[in-house]
């Protein structure tokens, strides 16, 4: 009987499985501010989002025959914004940790790097973590790297939102070292004029693609994929076309081929950071944003117009209840008025 119960439960099981299909909508969080490799706004066409990460998911998608639509949320708050269900996985550089998985499931990583140190290109001696002690360093929030320097008692740590800000300060001297993954250094202190890449590989970390720990079968179908997605060579296309690929992805895929797809998307980066540019290059970059800015000033536009006719339109309404209506709708759009005066703007 027990045996019997035991095969019927498992059935069930597999029924409202296969009865329950997954959405046709892959909502993946990320920080488009988090700039590249990972996710960007592409600098030919401000209205495209561009990146490996973006690329990765497009691909993970297309492989789960699903539509990907990316929600914007800020880095440090993309863990507690799939908890809430503004989204279904997170995918924007996201390291496994342990303290991580105790809140969300992760999948198998996409993407396996390290901590790289930057310095000023004059900078001399400062080839590790040992030789920052007594010095300060910058690391971006809520990363691997600023958990590494935190435990570096003798370390002046600083800390960033953005990556842009700590090479700025790095370049102009107000710090005396960066520490940030791998792929972050080859793309804004690798080729930024002041500055250069050193010492060895610090550490090391996973990338995942988080998941709600609900989600079981959502992380089964991402695991599948990523698997097709690597079996195919599409992930190492898409590595490569980055100029991403490294010794510790070879080891994780087992691929030990030779790059067949050119760093493109790398190059072009390059290009649009202003080296090799020519001022008629510049002069095309910067008239490419005017539509974007043509966009932004019709929406100003419109909504100020609509709220003013709704301002207008309110305001008239709750004048003529004061004036001509009996006492106590007059006392109610009294009381409005004297709530919304007293009430500050910016709440």
Same mark, same amino acid.
């Given at each position: 009987?027990?045996?019997?119960?035991?095969?019927?439960?498992?059935?069930?099981?597999?029924?409202?499985?296969?009865?329950?299909?997954?959405?046709?909508?892959?909502?993946?969080?990320?920080?488009?501010?988090?700039?590249?490799?990972?996710?960007?706004?592409?600098?030919?066409?401000?209205?495209?989002?561009?990146?490996?990460?973006?690329?990765?998911?497009?691909?993970?998608?297309?492989?789960?025959?699903?539509?990907?639509?990316?929600?914007?949320?800020?880095?440090?708050?993309?863990?507690?914004?799939?908890?809430?269900?503004?989204?279904?996985?997170?995918?924007?550089?996201?390291?496994?940790?342990?303290?991580?998985?105790?809140?969300?499931?992760?999948?198998?990583?996409?993407?396996?790097?390290?901590?790289?140190?930057?310095?000023?290109?004059?900078?001399?001696?400062?080839?590790?973590?040992?030789?920052?002690?007594?010095?300060?360093?910058?690391?971006?929030?809520?990363?691997?790297?600023?958990?590494?320097?935190?435990?570096?008692?003798?370390?002046?740590?600083?800390?960033?939102?953005?990556?842009?800000?700590?090479?700025?300060?790095?370049?102009?001297?107000?710090?005396?070292?960066?520490?940030?993954?791998?792929?972050?250094?080859?793309?804004?202190?690798?080729?930024?004029?002041?500055?250069?890449?050193?010492?060895?590989?610090?550490?090391?970390?996973?990338?995942?693609?988080?998941?709600?720990?609900?989600?079981?079968?959502?992380?089964?179908?991402?695991?599948?994929?990523?698997?097709?997605?690597?079996?195919?060579?599409?992930?190492?296309?898409?590595?490569?076309?980055?100029?991403?690929?490294?010794?510790?992805?070879?080891?994780?895929?087992?691929?030990?081929?030779?790059?067949?797809?050119?760093?493109?998307?790398?190059?072009?980066? =390059?290009? %649009?950071? +202003? #080296?090799?540019? !020519?001022?008629?290059?510049?002069? *095309?970059?910067? /008239?490419?944003?005017?539509? =974007?800015? %043509?966009? +932004? #000033?019709?929406? !100003?536009?419109?909504?100020?117009? *609509?709220?003013? /006719?709704?301002?207008?339109? =309110?305001?008239?309404?709750? #004048?003529?209840?004061?004036?001509?209506?009996?006492?106590?709708?007059?006392?109610?759009?009294?009381?409005?008025?004297?709530?919304?005066?007293?009430?500050?703007?910016?709440?």
């Amino acid at each position: 009987m027990m045996r019997f119960l035991f095969v019927f439960l498992l059935a069930c099981s597999a029924i409202l499985r296969a009865e329950t299909p997954l959405p046709k909508v892959l909502r993946w969080g990320a920080d488009t501010e988090g700039g590249a490799p990972y996710i960007f706004q592409d600098p030919a066409d401000p209205r495209r989002v561009i990146g490996y990460e973006a690329d990765l998911v497009e691909a993970l998608a297309r492989a789960m025959n699903m539509t990907p639509q990316l929600v914007q949320n800020q880095w440090d708050g993309l863990v507690p914004g799939l908890k809430r269900g503004n989204y279904d996985i997170i995918v924007n550089g996201l390291e496994i940790t342990e303290d991580r998985k105790a809140e969300i499931n992760f999948s198998e990583p996409y993407y396996i790097t390290y901590e790289q140190l930057a310095v000023r290109k004059e900078t001399g001696g400062i080839n590790s973590l040992a030789d920052c002690r007594g010095k300060i360093v910058g690391t971006l929030k809520v990363s691997l790297a600023e958990r590494i320097l935190q435990s570096e008692k003798e370390i002046q740590l600083r800390s960033y939102d953005g990556v842009i800000n700590a090479y700025e300060d790095l370049a102009n001297g107000r710090l005396d070292a960066v520490l940030m993954d791998h792929p972050i250094a080859l793309y804004y202190g690798a080729p930024h004029r002041k500055l250069k890449l050193a010492g060895p590989p610090v550490s090391q970390m996973a990338y995942g693609i988080g998941v709600r720990k609900e989600d079981r079968r959502l992380l089964e179908e991402i695991n599948h994929a990523l698997v097709r997605l690597i079996r195919e060579g599409k992930l190492r296309e898409i590595l490569d076309r980055w100029a991403l690929w490294n010794p510790q992805m070879t080891e994780l895929t087992h691929d030990r081929s030779a790059a067949a797809t050119p760093a493109v998307a790398y190059e072009a980066w =390059l290009k %649009a950071r +202003g #080296a090799n540019f !020519t001022w008629k290059d510049r002069a *095309l970059q910067y /008239l490419s944003y005017l539509p =974007l800015l %043509a966009k +932004g #000033a019709q929406t !100003t536009v419109a909504l100020s117009f *609509l709220a003013m /006719l709704m301002a207008v339109t =309110l305001g008239l309404a709750i #004048a003529l209840t004061r004036l001509y209506t009996p006492a106590p709708f007059s006392q109610l759009a009294l009381i409005y008025v004297e709530v919304m005066r007293g009430t500050p703007l910016l709440i």
